[in-house]
């Protein structure tokens, strides 16, 4: 049975630990009984795996703060794959936080929403708040507003907003559809003000709401078709 079908085939390294394991334990003498087992096994397996990739999952994923955009981190650092790693689904990010900033992260197994979402043609639009330590100068939503010059180009933000600016602390929110890497960061450091929390509530009109960082909830198809109705995907 093994000499026809490729271990590729096989959706995880779970279920190639099962097959070796029901192989390497069955006596020789039941060996018609072992491989027909296997077969119903891999019908199984393959009929799963096919249904997982044909439904589409999205997932609105609320990333802590010291966890990477990423699904697999060779180093053993924390990364998505953690938060969501009992589903069946192979997801995908939509987009990424750096290690230090928080907030939503797009999860899917929709190739097409990926590109999408990710491609700045698109314009699809993410909102971003950011606090900082001090009280923020007159000015520097305009600023941003007309364009900063950073070293791989200029970048202009669509709004900027200083939300509060008292006491020994400062909070801005921007919208942007850029999705250079960090961006907004790089942005507001090349005109004096570092960054000391950044929050990312929103891509288009989708949000956090009722998430603590860690958790997420899955997303309608009927939010990621007002989604794309909204960024002009058609």
Known sequence: FFDTVPFDTYPSEETKYIVRTINEQLPSDLLLFRNEGLILLFQYITSETIESQTSKTYLALYKPRGVLSTMFDPD??????????????????????DKDSEGLILLTNDGDLTFRATHPSFGLEKTYIIEFDGVLPVGVDTTLLKGVELEDGPIQFDQAVVKQTQGNQSILEVVLHSGRN?????SLAAIGHPVRRLVRPHIGGLGIDGLRPGQFKRLSSDQIFAMSRDSNWD
């Not at 053993?76 to 936080?97: I, T």
């Not at 960090?182 to 790089?186: D, E, S, T």
């Open 182 to 186: 960090r961006i907004v960061r790089r």
């Open 76 to 97: 053993g650092r924390p990364s998505l794959a953690e938060l969501v790693d009992f589903r069946k689904e192979r997801l995908f990010h939509v987009g990424r936080l």
